[in-house]
T-cell receptor, first 112, second 111 residues
């Protein structure tokens, strides 16, 4: 089992640019979660999908953020336009039914 | 607003001692409770979960849950330097997989 795979591991971009983060959940898992982690706020849930359908996006900070899950094995989180305050580590996690979450290695985003 | 509170630390304990990490939560409807360990620069990894009042033991780790007082704790016996990490408490309401995390307690085990 390869675990949850995220790409890229690191992303450095300039303010105003579009950023796309990618996630491949564990095969067979039917729930996928996007979290953001900062020193000040810790781990915050942005959005989660169940069977590829967005269930709760109340944590998405603003319209600049969007997430998609076109199939069971792929999800993207897009920020357009990016801002310096978006700098954080973004984690994707997946689970099966109500099992505990398995996290990917994260994407460290730096917006200058 | 459902909240999970943890002391940020650092909590410093000598090698071989018992480390006690605490977490409180705001909503009595909370159903499941999890402890994750996160090393610096790494992703959170699950250590233990507990659903019922009382203690649950797994090796050197014991999770304790008291729903009446709305707290959950993690005890680490015979602490080792490799236990030095940030410990995240997480709670679910309703959907078991939708976790709300505390900000974590940094544990330092000294030689």
């Amino acid at each position: 089992d390869a675990g949850v795979i995220q790409s890229p591991r690191h992303e450095v971009t300039e303010m105003g640019q579009e950023v796309t983060l990618r996630c491949k959940p564990i095969s067979g898992h039917n729930s996928l979660f996007w979290y953001r982690q900062t020193m000040m706020r810790g781990l915050e849930l942005l959005i989660y999908f169940n069977n590829n359908v967005p269930i709760d996006d109340s944590g998405m900070p603003e319209d600049r953020f969007s997430a998609k899950m076109p199939n069971a094995s792929f999800s993207t989180l897009k920020i357009q336009p990016s801002e310096p305050r978006d700098s954080a580590v973004y984690f994707c996690a997946s689970s099966y039914q109500n099992s505990p979450l398995h996290f990917g290695n994260g994407t460290r985003l730096t917006v200058t | 607003q459902k909240e999970v509170e943890q002391n940020s630390g650092p909590l410093s304990v000598p090698e071989g001692a018992i480390a006690s990490l605490n977490c409180t939560y705001s909503d009595r409807g909370s159903q499941s409770f999890f402890w994750y360990r996160q090393y610096s620069g790494k992703s959170p990894e699950l250590i233990m979960f507990i659903y019922s009042n009382g203690d649950k033991e797994d090796g050197r780790f014991t999770a304790q849950l008291n729903k009446a007082s709305q707290y959950v704790s993690l005890l680490i016996r015979d602490s080792q330097p490799s236990d030095s990490a940030t410990y995240l408490c997480a709670v679910t309401w309703g959907t078991a997989s939708k976790l709300t995390f505390g900000t974590g307690t940094r544990l330092q085990v000294t030689l």
